[in-house]
């Protein structure tokens, strides 16, 4: 669920439910212009995406970081696992250890790795501890 997409001079988010088919092609499965990105606007958004999908919730939905989602996707979609999407991950990272990334450090480019390149969770862990070992962050939440 995608609403960083703002659309006309009132800034109204644009929110996009995407997913990906076996062919690693994009399917729209809705795209509804909310008033604000409220509590009440996110409710009524997963309430009417449920209901023009006859009750089937997503297993997964993967969104950024804000509150009032969080709030209600909770209390719409219990059985829905909510992840954070890699791109506001990102972002979180370079605000929070910008000063990892600070001359030729290779920090960046070693948490890249960490994200897109390892399917198996054994070369993930190796991969994760070496990187937090080498840059001293194992006390850093």
């Known amino acids: 669920l995608d609403t960083t997409y703002c659309t006309s001079r009132a800034n109204r988010p644009l929110a996009l439910f995407l997913r990906f088919n076996h062919y690693m092609g994009t399917i729209i499965f809705g795209a509804p212009l909310l008033y604000d990105e409220t509590a009440n606007s996110f ?82 862990e190796v991969a994760w501890s070496k990187l937090v070992i080498e840059f001293n962050v194992n006390e850093n939440n």
């Open 43 to 124: 409710r009524w958004l997963f309430e009417t995406f449920l209901e023009a999908h006859g009750k089937k919730k997503p297993q997964t939905l993967f969104t950024n970081q804000d509150q009032a989602m969080d709030k209600e996707l909770a209390q719409v979609m219990l059985e829905t696992r909510h992840g954070l999407c890699t791109w506001h991950l990102m972002q979180n990272g370079i605000k929070h250890l910008g000063n990892l990334m600070k001359r030729g450090s290779h920090f960046l480019t070693d948490c890249k790795k960490c994200m897109y390149d390892y399917n198996q969770e054994t070369k993930f």
